[in-house]
């Protein structure tokens, strides 16, 4: 499965921004798709998942703020993200499960005023 990320950018805080990741496959065919960020001298972690069929998981750190959707048709997942803060600067990567994780090229967001 071949992920492409797009949508990142520089924002600043409290401002909003919404990225996508398309595959190449069926959406239907992957058991959860979702996004994971890394931060300057952090470790890699987990923003919002979702499996077919079930509902949206997120970090705490985002709930209330992201949203993650799908969108069968385009075979396509977004991340919107509202109320952004200077600590969610991090490279996203969108990322498919199917017996394996798959991962996207990673899309940078810059938060800064």
């Known amino acids: 499965v071949q992920l492409q990320a797009s949508g990142g950018g520089l924002v600043q805080p409290g401002e909003s921004l919404s990225l996508s990741c398309a595959a190449s496959?069926?959406?239907?065919?992957?058991?959860?798709v979702g996004w994971h960020r890394q931060a300057p001298g952090k470790q890699r972690e987990l923003v919002a998942i979702i499996t077919r069929g079930g509902r949206p998981e997120y970090a705490d750190s985002v709930k209330g703020r992201f949203t993650i959707t799908r969108d069968s048709n385009k075979n396509t997942w977004y991340l919107q993200m509202n109320s952004l803060k200077i600590e969610d600067t991090a490279v996203y990567y969108c990322?498919?499960?199917?017996?394996?994780?798959?991962w996207g090229q990673g899309t940078l967001v810059t938060v800064s005023s």
């Open positions: 990322l498919a499960e199917r017996g394996r994780q798959y």
């Open positions: 496959e069926s959406i239907f065919s992957l058991n959860a």
